[in-house]
């Protein structure tokens, strides 16, 4: 496994293949790990890695994990627009109800599926066999 910061030193270019890679899974309605390529591209925005820097496509890519049922987007949706000085896109209702949606979609997905999620629940940043041109990595 390779960890999020293990990437703060890599080239932009890798880093720009990265995020490309990341849209085409997030962009494919077939691929089951597009909610969790969107909650990495929400913190790719976030935080300027391969890409510009940019609020707007950050609650872009948090408001899709989030209808997602991704457990981070989840927990990091309001305090992550905070810390940008965003209005909350979604009304805490609704937040609440993709809360219980994901619950309930827990309880009857095969693990297989699960493994796409943030396995400690706190954030970091957690990919499944994203593919990367030649290189295979998780992060």
């Not at 109800?97 to 396995?119: D, G, I, Y």
Request: charged share 20%; proline share 4%; net charge positive.
């Amino acid at each position: 496994m390779v960890s999020y910061s293990s990437f703060s030193q890599t080239s932009h270019q890798l880093k720009s293949r990265i995020v490309e890679s990341l849209s085409l899974i997030a962009n494919d309605n077939n691929d089951p790990r597009r909610w969790a390529a969107a909650w990495e591209l929400s913190v790719c925005y976030f935080s300027g890695f391969g890409v510009a820097a940019s609020h707007d496509k950050c609650s872009e890519w948090l408001s899709i994990a989030l209808e997602g049922g991704v457990a981070a987007a989840l927990d990091y949706f309001t305090s992550l627009h905070e810390a940008m000085k965003r209005p909350c896109p979604m009304p805490l209702r609704r937040i609440k109800n993709a809360k219980v949606r994901q619950q309930q979609h827990l309880s009857v997905v095969p693990h297989r599926k699960l493994e796409n999620l943030n396995p400690n629940g706190q954030g970091a940043h957690f990919l499944t066999e994203a593919k990367l041109g030649q290189i295979q990595t998780i992060f």
